[in-house]
């Protein structure tokens, strides 16, 4: 091995907790109140970026992997829109975007009693945040997709949201 | 010697009787030269310019960006373009840089070391216009260069990304670059792949490609982008990359936020924005674009402030690149560094937090200066010496007092177990190799462009501020490391350049931490009044760049001021812009490599890691 673990400090067991988390997250914003760990949630997690800075995927990558490794909490990552039960959207959606938007969000399988969900993520994605002017922003944004009412929405703001503010606040919205 | 007295002599005996209108505008002397001093030409005959650009980039000069306006539009009905060139790296590059240190005067001739800038304008017809643009916007590379010169564009995304693919011959460079080969089966070559041909009903063998359209929307955590290959077998024949899906109009943006009872808060309000161009870059980002502004207002910032401002930009520097180690890392495999890297970039973004009260240490600058609550935090810990909370989060990836004490000890660290092991230099080596003269002909800049043996790099170039010392630039111009041994363009070089830039950032922090004579300084911090103030006392329509060298490469701002006092037009080159066009290069010129199959493509991605946003705008 040219590479002696012994000699390091080994990380792997030091993924934080979930108080931690809920107090990094209460200290990123203050009106966020603690709550206790959640069980039983899965929510398979899509991710879309409709016009982001980039600034979002780098706190939205951070929740997967470690120390935050959101699985635990029963958030976990999936490949395609076909599996998901929530849609994470980034960004402000432009004009470029709003038919992968749309496909994507129709992938999404529905009925059954259980619905799509929605996530959005950052400022932009809820009021156009900085990119607020934007030229080629889709007017009511993300309702052009999904309407109002026919999808569970949780809304995750900043800019961009801390990864400890993402996991605390989604699984409190989500099992309300 | 001084390139930029040269050019200016050169350019001004060629063109004297074409009535071109010259100007050189450089920084106040007294100000630690917060830019480099540029050289203004105005052109009225497109040959004319053609010409004089050609023997530009004849001498060692290129073109950084292009920058349409209509400033004029309003008065004669004619666009304006202006085109930034500025120097190629040379092989004397160190020697001029003492030469100017030591010979420091006020004439235009010493002040000009080795960075500076030449400017040429135009005032362009319609019918070239038009021809111009088109090739622009391959430059450019997204759908608006200017709102209003393209807007009779039809606004549908299948024209633009029509639009945005590659041209075959790219304006800026004036060279002819074959970036597609054609591979239609009538006249291609036979492949070496016999397996993967058919024979048609005259008898001939041709290949067969199967074609694998990747995106918009991609299965990760990725902005979106359309990336076509096409293969023979699993070999990549060819690839496109067509970007465009997060453009959201970023320097309309700038523009629209003019209209207000106030317009000189657009300036203010200007640096939210260009902290969202890219956020992953955002401390270069809001850099650059301070620099510009500051330097339109004529108010120039304290040295202390340019330090912080520095110190700022290696932090960035060191977290992106840790984190590019770390995705290259889990690209090839090899988990236990990947995650070890995770650790250690969460407990960096967590200092920064206390130090900036942002993560991504965005939102820390304001005009002027360093936004207050940062400035303080920062200046109270970097003015003590290299903090030792960094060096402890960065011991278990590098360790930085390695570097004065024993260098014949084995280095047992995480950068040297991903160094050295066999399997991920296997992987890495002679992938996706980018070579030189491509490097340097197709304008790639950054770590990109320096992985293949470039020296393109603004702290060198363009040094500001605390880059200014010839200690620090001694230190840039090393290129001797143990990690940095070939330049050849693959992306070992481009981890490698990775982990150099990591230590070469850690070294120049202990040299500026070290340095007391920053501290003394008790220059009175600029106000963002002052500089709002500034603004104002300047004449409408007039221009500055802002720059610096962020972690992907060198960042640029062009501002221009309005009538109002407010934002007339920005202009941003990330150094995105560029490098994606040189990733497709590189995607499609590794046909003699039978290693190059599509698997490949996601760790050649992952080595340019290239910023959608940035591009797009």
Known sequence: MMWKSNSHRLRWGKSLSWQEICRRAARDHRDFQPLSKPHGLSIAIRHLDCGSCGACELELTAVFDAPYLAERFGLYLVASPREADLLAVTGVLNKNMFEAAQATYQAMPEGGGSSRMVALIGDCAVHGGPLEHSPERIPGQYDSIWGNGESRKFIIPGCPPSAAFIIANLAAQISQ | ??????????????????????????????????????????????????????????????????????????????????????????????????????????????????????????????????????????????????????????????????????????????????????????????????????????????????????????????????????????????????????????????????????????????????????????????????????????????????????????????VNHLNDVGTIARGVAFEKPATHIWMIREELRELFFEWTGSRLLRGCLRLGGIGDSAQEKLFNVWSKGFPDRLSEILKAFYDPIRLSSDPKKEPDDLIHALWKHPGVRDRIKDLGVLKRQDAISLGAVGPVARSAGSERDFRKQHPWGPYRDSKIQDILHEDRDEFYDEKNGDAMSRLAIRLHEITISLRLLHEWSAEKARFTDNAKEKQEEEVLEGIQQAPAYIYRLGYCEGWRGEVIYWVMKGEDHGIFRVKVRDPSTINWRVMEHTLNSQSERPRMGIACFPLINKSFNLSYSGNDL
């Open chain 2, 1 to 318: 010697m001084n390139r930029l007295a040269e050019a200016v002599k050169r350019i001004r005996s060629s063109t004297e009787k074409n009535g071109t209108v010259f100007e050189i505008w450089r920084p106040e002397p007294d100000q630690d030269f917060a830019n480099s001093p540029e050289a203004h030409f105005a052109f009225e005959d497109f040959d004319v310019l053609k010409e004089e650009a050609e023997s530009l980039l004849n001498n060692d000069w290129r073109l950084v960006m292009a920058v349409p306006t209509n400033e004029t539009d309003l008065i004669i009905n004619k666009k304006k373009i202006y085109f930034l060139f500025t120097i190629e790296p040379g092989s004397n590059v160190n020697e001029s840089f003492s030469e100017a240190q030591s010979s420091q005067k006020n004439t235009v001739s010493n002040s000009c070391f080795t960075g500076s800038f030449v400017v040429f304008e135009w005032m362009a017809e319609d019918e070239k216009l038009t021809w111009v643009i088109d090739k622009l916007k391959d430059f450019d590379h997204k759908r608006q260069n200017n709102v209003t010169i393209n807007s009779t564009r039809e606004d549908k995304p299948e024209n633009y990304l029509q639009d945005i693919k590659f041209l075959k011959q790219l304006f800026p460079y004036f060279h002819e670059i074959n970036l597609y080969f054609n591979y239609s089966t009538s006249d291609g070559k036979p492949l070496p792949y016999p397996e993967f041909k058919r024979e048609n009903h005259e008898g001939e063998f041709i290949p067969v490609y199967s074609r694998v359209i990747v995106g918009p929307v991609h299965a990760g955590v990725i902005p979106p982008g359309r990336f076509t290959f096409d293969l023979v077998g699993e070999r990549v024949h060819q690839a496109a990359i067509d970007l465009g899906y997060t453009h959201k109009g970023t320097e309309a943006i700038f523009e629209k936020l003019a209209d207000q009872e106030r317009p000189e808060m657009s300036w203010k309000q200007g640096l939210k924005v260009a902290g969202a161009v890219a956020g992953d870059m955002a401390a270069a980002h809001e850099c650059a674009y301070c620099r510009a502004v500051e330097a339109l207002a004529g108010v120039y910032p304290t040295q202390t402030t340019n330090w912080l401002r520095a110190i700022l930009i290696e932090l960035e520097r060191i």
